[in-house]
């Protein structure tokens, strides 16, 4: 996914960190718990970027610009650094997602077992392109090009959770369950 940098922020990064009073970026004492716990396993604290981005990520959804720039004052990894990482790994998020992330996977052993026809599917039953999240802000739809199951095709991964051997009902149960979870959680 493509970083949503605002050109004051790149001028930020490409300077370097600095603390200014401008800068609203912060990070919560939990998240700084758990950076600094990732962080004891590590020689240098700056060696814990990534499991940064995902701790953060975790509370929040996603990785925004300013989450990236506390990050980075926080361990003192130059941001420029830092958004190289986040945009390399496709699980780190530096736009707003759905609570659930589908990830299709698109290799040949896919491609093949039919996933085009599941693409199909989950695009008419979330209205959806990929990339794109649907309207009630649930899911969000991402090709990848492999799962690493290729003897398990057509597979996603729903959140952290593999699906394998997929058809167009699977997938109908798969989304009903998601929205019913979370037409549930809305009514607590």
Same mark, same amino acid.
């Given at each position: 996914?493509? %970083?949503?940098? *605002?050109?004051?922020? /790149?001028?930020?990064? #490409?300077?370097? @960190?600095?603390?200014?009073?401008? @800068? ?6 939990? *998240? ?7 962080? %004891? +396993?590590? +020689?240098?604290?700056?060696?814990? $970027?990534? *499991?940064?981005?995902?701790? !953060?990520?975790?509370?929040? $959804?996603?990785?925004? =610009? @300013? %989450?990236?720039?506390? /990050? ?12 190289? !990482? ?11 997602? $759905?609570? *659930? ?10 491609? /093949? ?10 695009? #008419? ?11 009630? $802000? ?10 690493? =199951?290729? &003897? ?10 593999? +699906?394998? +051997?997929? &058809?167009? @009902?699977?997938?109908?149960?798969? /989304? &009903? ?10 009514? =607590?």
């Amino acid at each position: 996914m493509s %970083s949503l940098l *605002e050109p004051e922020l /790149i001028e930020v990064m #490409a300077q370097g @960190n600095r603390d200014s009073e401008d @800068n609203q970026a912060t990070l919560t004492t939990q *998240e700084k718990q758990e950076i600094d716990r990732e962080a %004891s +396993h590590y +020689h240098e604290k700056t060696s814990v $970027g990534l *499991e940064a981005l995902r701790i !953060v990520q975790k509370h929040r $959804g996603w990785v925004s =610009d @300013n %989450s990236l720039l506390a /990050i980075s004052n926080y361990l003192d990894i130059p941001a420029a650094e830092l958004e190289s !990482v986040a945009t390399y790994f496709q699980l780190i998020f530096r736009q707003p997602v $759905g609570k *659930e992330v589908i990830y299709l996977c698109k290799s040949s052993s896919c491609w /093949i077992m039919g996933c085009e026809q599941l693409q199909k599917r989950i695009l #008419a039953r979330l209205n959806i392109q990929p990339g794109e999240t649907s309207d009630d $802000g649930i899911f969000t739809l991402l090709e990848t090009p492999c799962l690493g =199951d290729c &003897d398990k095709a057509p597979v996603l991964m729903l959140g952290e959770e593999m +699906h394998r +051997h997929l &058809d167009e @009902n699977s997938i109908d149960e798969l /989304i &009903d369950k998601k929205k019913k979870y979370h037409a549930d959680k809305s009514t =607590d």
